[in-house]
């Protein structure tokens, strides 16, 4: 059996009962069941992980479509996508990977990960699609590998995850997307089946480590586009940098939520809100003008967007003592992306 974490026995609940540590969820697991992730396992009084290195989904993305517009522009990512997750959002648009665990799928070691990275030329690999975090056995397992190789770690994820589990995946992360659905602890507790306070310190550590961070929220008409609540997003972010990307995605009906599509003039209108707090604020899942990355100095388009086609001409890569940084072209200061 592999080694497993975040797992122990529940000695009050009963003979071989376990509880899972990874997520606020802290489920508790009779022989035999699952966690709500639908990974997770108690076999006989031990953790199991069934679906360690199964992997649903691979592709080669441009790196805008995790998204992240500040880290490597206009490069290709080796994108993986795993069964399962640990919340239960009703309008989730990669449902078909992240609600069950029955999507076909192939098993891969992470020694065969690297080995098809290697092949396909590829520096980076993004761990993305559904909750990759559920799996975090089999990310520190091929990361570590992928770091000892030099192959860059992206995490796209919901955040979701306890403050000890968060301390063994950020130091092999070198650029992250987390998702930050909304800004009401009843909104996640009711609908998605989350906690707000934990994906905010999630985010708060993730800053903290010195990875490249940036933030999505999904744009849902009456249930998290409200002024107070999009304010209060983009309140939190500024309080650690205002040079945080957000990008606004919009929503379009899929899965069990019904509502009509996020209106492209509401979406502009809460852009242009969350400017007065972040310097950078795109907008995603919609055709706008609001995707162009501008100095912050001299107002020079450093990155031209037209969808995923990306044009980093207003951008300098060069040398410098801790590795490579990007400038701005035309009046030469640090432009904040990173390589």
Not at 48 to 68: H, N, R, S, V, W
Not at 107 to 130: D, N, V
Request: overall charge neutral.
């Amino acid at each position: 059996m592999r080694k497993t974490l975040f797992f122990s026995l529940k000695t009050d609940s009963g003979d071989r009962v376990l509880e899972c540590r990874l997520c606020p969820r802290h489920c508790v697991l009779s022989p035999g069941s699952f966690g709500q992730c639908r990974v997770r396992q108690n076999i006989n009084g031990q953790g199991d992980l069934p679906y360690y290195g199964f992997i649903t989904a691979m592709a080669e993305d441009p790196i805008e479509k995790k998204p992240l517009y500040h880290f490597r522009p206009g490069s290709s990512i080796l994108s993986l996508g795993f069964a399962g997750c640990n919340l239960r959002c009703p309008f989730c648009q990669n449902w078909h990977i992240s609600q069950g665990t029955d999507a076909p799928g192939r098993r891969l070691s992470p020694t065969e990960i690297l080995s098809r990275a290697r092949k396909g030329g590829f520096t980076q690999i993004a761990y993305t699609y559904s909750e990759p975090l559920i799996h975090i056995e089999f990310l520190l397992d091929c990361m570590t590998l992928c770091r000892e190789e030099g192959i860059a770690n992206i995490l796209v994820s919901n955040g979701c995850i306890n403050t000890e589990a968060a301390a063994e995946i950020l130091p092999l992360t070198d650029a992250a997307n987390i998702d930050l659905k909304c800004f009401s602890e009843e909104t996640y507790a009711k609908v998605l089946g989350g906690k707000l306070r934990t994906v905010l310190e999630f985010i708060k550590t993730a800053y903290s480590s010195g990875i490249h961070l940036e933030v999505t929220t999904l744009i849902i008409p009456g249930l998290n586009d409200g002024a107070e609540e999009t304010r209060l997003c983009a309140e939190f972010l500024s309080g650690f940098s205002r040079e945080i990307p957000w990008h606004l995605s919009a929503y379009h009906p899929d899965y069990q939520w019904n509502a009509p599509p996020t209106n492209p003039v509401s979406l502009a209108e809460i852009a242009h809100m969350g400017r007065e707090y972040l310097s950078f604020v795109y907008t995603g899942n919609i055709w706008g003008e609001h995707n162009d990355t501008v100095c912050q100095h001299c107002g020079a388009v450093l990155i031209n967007r037209q969808g995923y086609r990306v044009d980093s001409g207003g951008l300098v890569l060069r040398d410098v003592e801790s590795g490579k940084q990007y400038y701005c072209a035309q009046c030469g200061k640090a432009a904040p992306v990173r390589y």
